[in-house]
């Protein structure tokens, strides 16, 4: 397998980028291939930093960078010897298997949609996260990023793309799917979820089981939860910023630990036609490491095809 990897996106690249590959180097097989995007010179650079040769990897040289300040659509287009526009070209031409970046995810948002593009039929692809339950097991929860502003219909979809990934990932045979809100009656929320609501509770490709609340994230009611990718993005933040307080306080247990985020590395993008993986801003080595790996286990698990058939039927 070949796998992409933006060496220029995130808060501490390039050095963790580079240093991230280093480790995964090591856990993937001779057949693998971590194809490095980004300035050459500094690639090297890290690499000898790190002990390891330019040899063990493929490196494809970009004089741009795309940071977090850049409108993303107009970035990806103006930007084309970027780290990511000529990572996503490379993934595009099917010279890569994957392409992974801790960088903007607007930008890797725009990457996708202009460049190998959407599944058919799929509005607006959608970053899923597992997240554990309590009693074991992991919840899907969509969207948690890319789209701040999901209208109903796009939220409708993303408890199909939910449900369809918990097949294919968790290899729940019906998952059920709530619908994030501030209580559980169908008149309850903003105008967004009363009209999401409507649409979902007459999707008969899913099994929709109406609103849920907060909690029901880390219980064992429901496997899927949708909400659009603002709340979504600071449901995650929230979780990982009271793990870090637990953690100063010693309040660490097993149940906590798994709000890690390095153990996850990066979310895969749902709906895209290829294996995207964004990756936490501030991801440091290990993260990165994580990343790469989950790119390989995604592409063998081939969830984009899963996926794709079973929204097809």
């Known amino acids: 397998m070949r796998i992409g990897l933006d060496v220029m996106g995130g808060d501490f690249a390039p050095q963790a980028t580079v240093a991230g590959a280093v480790l995964a180097l090591k856990e993937l097989s001779p057949d693998d291939k971590i194809v490095l995007f980004g300035d050459e010179k500094q690639i090297k650079e890290q690499l000898y930093a790190n002990n390891s040769s330019a040899d063990d990897f493929e490196i494809v040289h970009t004089t741009e960078v795309i940071d977090m300040h850049d ?36 930008v890797m948002l725009a990457g996708t949609i202009f460049s190998v593009g959407v599944m058919e039929g799929i509005l607006r692809p959608c970053l899923a996260a597992l997240i554990p339950k309590e009693q074991g097991g992991l919840t899907v929860l969509v969207d948690v990023g890319v789209n701040p502003d999901a209208k109903p219909e796009v939220l409708c979809q993303f408890g199909l793309l939910g449900s369809n990934y918990a097949k294919c990932a968790l290899k729940i045979n019906t998952p059920k799917v709530g619908l994030l809100n501030i209580g559980e009656e169908a008149e309850k929320g903003n105008a967004q979820s009363q009209a999401a609501h409507t649409l979902m509770k007459d999707e008969k490709a899913c099994c929709f089981v109406g609103n849920v609340e907060p909690i029901e994230i880390f219980k064992s009611n429901v496997d899927v939860v949708v909400c659009d990718g603002f709340v979504g993005n600071l449901i995650m933040k929230n979780i990982e910023a009271l793990a870090r307080v637990f953690g100063k306080r010693g309040l660490v247990d097993d149940y906590v630990s798994r709000f890690n985020y390095e153990i996850y590395g990066g979310l895969p993008l749902l709906g895209a036609n290829g294996v995207v993986i964004i990756g936490h801003g501030i991801s440091n080595h290990k993260a990165i490491k994580t990343m790469i790996l989950q790119s390989k286990n995604i592409y063998n698990s081939h969830i984009t095809e899963k996926l794709r058939e079973l929204l097809n039927n």
């Open 71 to 106: 409108k993303p659509v107009k970035a990806f287009a103006a930007k084309k010897d970027s780290s990511i526009s000529v990572g996503f070209e490379y993934l595009k031409e099917k010279k890569i298997d994957s392409f992974s970046s801790a960088g903007s995810t607007g």
